[in-house]
């Protein structure tokens, strides 16, 4: 079965520091990977995918995230943290559920607290 | 802007009733998607709908149903509402059946059974 982790439900940073935010996944398969953001009350942004292209992947508003295949993990950084990155954050394995159905599994999320 | 849009944005129902929640998908996506999103939680699948048929399904009851219309439009129902069932309700279109595709998410309908 594919899943994925996220360690650390709750994360804080200060304004300008590093952002990182962590997710392992478990697949039998080549995964499919997305981080994606919900602002409160709203539905899901897409921040980037990994779709074996390229390992290092660059997302929108500053974000990028690295597949490691060697550590199973694909977390998500950030250069330096901003007032309006305040939001829950999802990592989700794109997998193919019963009948031809892709379906996407979600991780329980990180969320994020800026400080200034 | 996901080009994805759900109606209603908030609704209250009780216990036993049923509800019809709405979703129009981006021009030409043709694959529809709804996920559940308990207070908390990750968002969890429901149940995929490809040109018009249901293709796959999550762990829920066949109390949930869908239907999926020519017009990129579709619809989620479900019967007998339980208290359970108050939630984020999220649809989500793509183009396309491959993994690597991505799934553009409306902004959700959020449910409250009394």
């Known amino acids: 079965a594919q899943s994925v982790t996220q360690l650390g439900s709750h994360v804080s940073v200060s304004e300008g520091a590093l952002v990182l935010l962590r997710c392992n996944y478990s697949s039998s398969v080549p995964p499919y990977l997305f981080w994606y953001v919900q602002y409160p009350n709203q539905g899901l942004q897409l921040l980037l995918k990994y779709t074996s292209a390229a390992t290092l992947v660059k997302g929108i508003n500053g974000f990028e995230a690295e597949f490691k295949k060697s550590e199973t993990s694909f977390h998500l950084t950030k250069p330096s943290a901003h007032m309006s990155d305040a939001a829950e954050y999802f990592c989700?394995?794109?997998?193919?559920?019963?009948?031809?159905?892709?379906?996407?599994?979600f991780g329980s999320g990180t969320q994020l607290t800026v400080l200034p | 802007e996901t080009g994805v849009t759900q109606s209603p944005t908030h609704l209250i129902k009780t216990r036993g009733q049923q509800v019809t929640l709405r979703c129009s998908s981006q021009s030409g996506h043709n694959t529809v998607s709804w996920y559940q999103q308990a207070l908390g939680q990750g968002p969890q699948f429901i149940f995929q709908y490809y040109r018009e048929e249901e293709n796959g399904r999550g762990n829920f009851p066949p109390r949930f149903s869908g239907l999926q219309f020519p017009n990129y439009s579709s619809e989620l129902n479900v019967n007998a509402l339980e208290l359970d069932d108050s939630a984020l309700y999220l649809c989500?279109?793509?183009?396309?059946?491959?993994?690597?595709?991505?799934?553009?998410f409306g902004p959700g309908t959020r449910l409250l059974v009394l």
């Open positions: 989700a394995v794109a997998i193919f559920s019963s009948g031809s159905a892709r379906q996407l599994t």
């Open positions: 989500a279109s793509s183009l396309g059946q491959g993994r690597q595709e991505t799934q553009y």
